[in-house]
T-cell receptor
């Protein structure tokens, strides 16, 4: 399967703990995006990378959230000191930045539950 | 910031053509219009993208009037499996355009009945 993969698919953690999610994009895609989605809402943009550079970060993103994309391949999203409000589906997507192929391909998501 | 407005929900029947309209009055010159489909517990899936006039692919058509202040996604002969949430996005996706092109909104929940 050459699609976007995310691990883990589900994560249950206690409030105050740190969690880390991983995203493996489609191999030739140089852009990688992170979104958060809660029930009944559309995906909310968090941040995106072009290769290893983090180009944009949502102003709504708490400083407890950090993302990395070392070597421009996979990416990790870490949430420190989790809160119940962090419970959501975390989606990763990738795309090419070349003209003519601009659509994002999404992974299945990681569902986080903070108790 | 180009924001979009879509109906919250729509109903239709199998075999019908469904048109979902998105308003984007503040669309900028460089902005493209992109539609995604999302099923429960899955990530969104790209449907179609356009800049002006009409774009058609194997699953949908996208109609964009000359003023580009709105767009209409047309799904021909829908089936039960087209029941999903449909999102309209507007932004400059060529250059990344910051996060403007990455704002999904609440989307339109399309329900297809037998």
């Amino acid at each position: 399967d050459t699609g976007v993969s995310q691990n883990p698919r589900h994560k249950i953690t206690k409030r105050g703990q740190n969690v880390t999610f991983r995203c493996d994009p489609i191999s030739e895609h140089n852009r990688l995006y992170w979104y958060r989605q809660t029930l009944g809402q559309g995906p909310e943009f968090l941040t995106y990378f072009q290769n290893e550079a983090q180009l944009e970060k949502s102003r709504l993103l708490s400083d407890r959230f950090s993302a990395e994309r070392p070597k421009g391949s996979f990416s990790t999203l870490e949430i420190q000191r989790t809160e119940q409000g962090d419970s959501a589906m975390y989606l990763c997507a990738s795309s090419l930045s070349d003209a003519g192929l601009r659509e994002q391909y999404f992974g299945p998501g990681t569902r986080l539950t903070v108790t | 910031l180009a924001k979009t407005t879509q109906p919250i929900s729509m109903d239709s029947y199998e075999g019908q053509e469904v048109n979902i309209t998105c308003s984007h009055n503040n669309i900028a010159t460089n902005d493209y219009i992109t539609w995604y489909q999302q099923f429960p517990s899955q990530g969104p899936r790209f449907i179609i993208q356009g800049y002006k006039t009409k774009v058609t692919n194997e699953v949908a058509s996208l109609f964009i009037p000359a003023d580009r202040k709105s767009s209409t996604l047309s799904l021909p002969r829908v089936s039960l499996s087209d029941t999903a949430v449909y999102y309209c996005l507007v932004g400059d996706t060529y250059s990344g355009g910051g996060a403007d092109g990455l704002t999904f909104g609440k989307g339109t929940h399309l329900i297809i009945q037998p």
